[in-house]
């Protein structure tokens, strides 16, 4: 219906198509609950991505039909990657406690703020059930807590968010930071921490502004961003592929999260087709979302006004005459126990993209040895 509306008009057109499949088709996946093998690469996902594929055949086939595919460039992007779900801890003192609605052993929803709990020796209270106290073999239900004497007063707040965790801590209290990185640096499923400049600088971490988190956002700034573990399994395809994180969700092992600095997570789809864009060219230069509207906005001849700096730039290497990316590497001090946050980027113009991120060896995409180029600060 829209797009012979579209041929009528004889205008220039953009024409949005979002598809629930395949991220939803991942998340729910049921093919190996509490499993990591097949994870997000069972049969529910293939049906998923091919269905994304069978509409994305439709909308070509409509071009075809219309006599409008040789004037129209089509843009294909997925916004994340994806990872199979992992609750598995030998740390964790909240794995070792009993659950109703848990596996054995295995992490409980919100994780971070019950181990946090624990070690700081502050109540928990969750904010998702009218501030009601956590204790026992209870955890909170949604995942995120508030920490301290005070539930409308808390010292720290956790807010899940899947392949991350956010912290906040209202105060500002930099014992209280030292305190809580401490406590995260001894758990196994942490890879890599990033603190709000204005804490300070504490060894094993990097600061918020490396990632480009420190703004002008009228919502709150983290003070800390705690980086989930990230491996891949055997799965038979390319590690990004089988990429395995742990998560912080209602979502049960086995399923598919996103969110965490996984290369599985990083390094996701995009194709361009079209009479503006090289054909049969293939590009390892690194572009995001923002990227495609700046992107269309040219092809298009369409001159706006920016608002703010992240704007995203012209996918020129996908056009006439390339472009050529700096690789960089980031790297924190050590922390007393060994660990160091270590972030691998590029650059493209005035454009940074962050390709993995965590403690070498607990992230997918980061091995051991990475951080030799450069240190954060330096």
């Not at 049969?43 to 409509?62: E, F, V």
Request: proline content about 7%; hydrophobic content about 35%; charged content about 20%.
């Amino acid at each position: 219906m829209v797009l012979p509306m579209f041929k009528a008009r004889n205008k220039p057109f953009v024409l949005v198509f979002w598809s629930r499949d395949p991220d939803g088709s991942q998340h729910n996946t049921g093919d190996s609950l509490n499993q990591i093998m097949p994870g997000i690469n069972g049969p529910t996902s293939m049906a998923g991505i091919r269905n994304a594929d069978n509409n994305l055949a439709q909308l070509r086939k409509a071009l075809d039909e219309l006599g409008l595919a040789a004037s129209t460039n089509i843009i294909i992007s997925a916004d994340h990657g994806f990872s199979t779900i992992s609750k598995e801890s030998k740390t964790s003192p909240s794995a070792k406690v009993s659950y109703d609605d848990t596996p054995k052993d295995f992490l409980p929803m919100g994780f971070l703020a019950l181990d946090l709990a624990k070690a700081l020796d502050l109540p928990l209270f969750d904010p998702n059930d009218k501030n009601a106290k956590v204790e026992g073999n209870k955890h909170p239900k949604a995942g995120n807590g508030v920490l301290g004497k005070d539930p409308e007063k808390p010292d720290l707040v956790v807010a899940t968010n899947g392949g991350s965790d956010l912290v906040y801590l209202p105060s500002k209290d930099k014992k209280l930071a030292a305190k809580t990185i401490k406590a995260l640096l001894e758990q196994d499923y942490v890879s890599g921490l990033f603190v709000d400049d204005q804490l300070g600088r504490f060894p094993g971490t990097l600061p918020l502004s490396s990632l480009n988190l420190r703004g002008k956002s009228a919502t709150p700034t983290p003070s800390i961003v705690v980086n989930f573990r990230s491996y891949a399994s055997d799965c038979g395809e390319a590690p990004t592929n089988c990429s395995v994180q742990v998560a912080d969700t209602v979502l049960r092992q086995g399923q598919g999260m996103h969110g965490s600095f996984s290369r599985g997570d990083t390094m996701n789809f995009m194709a361009a087709i079209g009479p503006d864009f090289k054909a049969g060219y293939v590009s390892l230069i690194p572009v995001s979302n923002a990227d495609v509207g700046m992107t269309a906005a040219q092809l298009m001849g369409l001159r706006g006004a920016h608002n703010g700096g992240l704007i995203g730039r012209v996918m020129s290497e996908a056009l006439p005459n390339g472009i050529v990316p700096f690789k960089g590497v980031e790297k924190s001090k050590m922390s007393e126990n060994g660990l160091q946050t270590v972030l691998n980027l590029q650059r493209v113009g005035s454009q940074r993209y962050f390709d993995a991120a965590g403690f070498p060896g607990r992230t997918l995409g980061l091995e051991p040895d990475a951080g030799k180029q450069k240190t954060a600060g330096k």
